[in-house]
């Protein structure tokens, strides 16, 4: 499941990044196939190739895996404190609001 989660999100920033496999091998000074290999499937980065990766994209390794910045990674962290404070009916009501905002949300964007 991880392993396939790094290879689509090394992917899906690189086109986001409107760059070729080739020149992001290139930029992290492997060979021209280093990203082709590990999105196919044949490899995975190392430890120190992965952070090389998240240094290129200016993402911290949360950010990465997240998928979001560090800040609301921050700021999650500090909800999910505060929610432990909270009764089970509090956690149900406010689950209730959260999805109801959400639905809301999404139908005006349609």
Request: aromatic share 10%; with cysteine.
């Amino acid at each position: 499941m991880y392993k396939q989660f790094i290879r689509q999100r090394i992917t899906e920033l690189r086109v986001r990044k409107n760059i070729s496999e080739y020149q992001l091998s290139i930029a992290l000074g492997h060979s021209k196939g280093y990203i082709q290999s590990i999105t196919s499937g044949h490899t995975l980065p190392s430890m120190e190739a992965f952070l090389e990766i998240c240094d290129y994209f200016k993402l911290t390794p949360s950010e990465f895996f997240l998928g979001i910045p560090a800040t609301q990674v921050h700021d999650l962290a500090s909800i999910i404190v505060l929610l432990q404070h909270l009764s089970e009916h509090e956690l149900i009501q406010l689950l209730s609001y959260i999805e109801e905002r959400l639905s809301v949300f999404s139908s005006t964007e349609q």
